[in-house]
């Protein structure tokens, strides 16, 4: 699976959009951007995901780059319940073992 | 409601002991895994398991053994080769094709070592 690499932390006001970079340089053709966030001591949960085009669910928008290279999930007002870790991971959907590989993630805090 | 169970959500052990973490799902889902989270870092793989009596090594398999005996299950056990063995521990579990929700994670066990 590719490799990414996001900033280890960020701060956004509260009510305010999030925008979350997400460099992927070396993903390859069959491979997903998945967005996951940890809140404190609790397990992941999903965001969104997306192959090509841009995606919007009830949580983000997932924008990738024309050249997949990037992208940026985007928090549309952000709230205190918010603040998490985001990682960023990319994947081949259905590979043997369907393993997700964590980086670092993005450390979000929401701020009044 | 389908879900993960961890149990239990703290767990202390002594040194040279044995434990086992309990992982539970509902969900019907072929695969499980287990990772470890240190402090401040990303989740790492230990095992994980694409299918009943079938599993593989992850990143940081030593000192760690699982099992896969029924579908719904997937226990780990820290063995006492585990050197630092004292980390939050996460099970998931997904469909084996993926599916479009990705991983089901569980909400974790605490363990610390005394």
């Known amino acids: 699976d590719a490799k990414t690499t996001q900033p280890p932390s960020m701060d956004c006001a509260e009510g305010r959009a999030a925008n979350l970079p997400c460099n992927h340089s070396?993903?390859?053709?069959?491979?997903?951007v998945y967005w996951y966030r940890q809140i404190h001591s609790q397990g992941p949960q999903y965001i969104i995901h997306?192959?090509?085009n841009n995606e919007t669910n009830e949580m983000a928008s997932l924008i990738i780059t024309e050249d997949r290279k990037s992208s940026t999930l985007i928090l549309p007002h952000a709230t205190l319940r918010d603040t998490a870790v985001y990682y960023c991971?990319?994947?081949?959907?259905?590979?043997?073992?369907?393993?997700?590989?964590f980086g670092g993630g993005t450390r979000v805090l929401v701020k009044p | 409601d389908g879900g993960i169970t961890q149990s239990p959500k703290y767990l202390f052990r002594k040194e040279g002991q044995n434990v086992t973490l309990s992982c539970e799902q509902n969900?019907?889902?072929?695969?499980m895994y287990w990772y470890r989270q240190d402090p401040g870092q990303g989740l790492r793989l230990i095992y994980y398991?694409?299918?009943?009596?079938?599993?593989q090594k992850g990143d940081i398999a030593e000192g760690y053994s699982v099992s896969r005996e029924k579908k719904e299950s997937f226990p780990l056990t820290v063995t006492s080769a585990q050197k630092n063995p004292t980390a939050f521990y996460l099970c998931?579990?997904?469909?084996?094709?993926?599916?479009?929700?990705?991983?089901?994670f569980g909400s974790g066990t605490r363990l610390t070592v005394v």
């Open positions: 998931a579990s997904s469909s084996y094709r993926g599916q479009q929700y990705g991983y089901t």
């Open positions: 398991s694409q299918i009943v009596n079938d599993f």
């Open positions: 070396t993903i390859s053709g069959n491979e997903y």
């Open positions: 997306g192959l090509k």
């Open positions: 991971i990319v994947r081949v959907e259905g590979a043997a073992g369907n393993k997700l590989t």
């Open positions: 969900l019907n889902h072929d695969a």
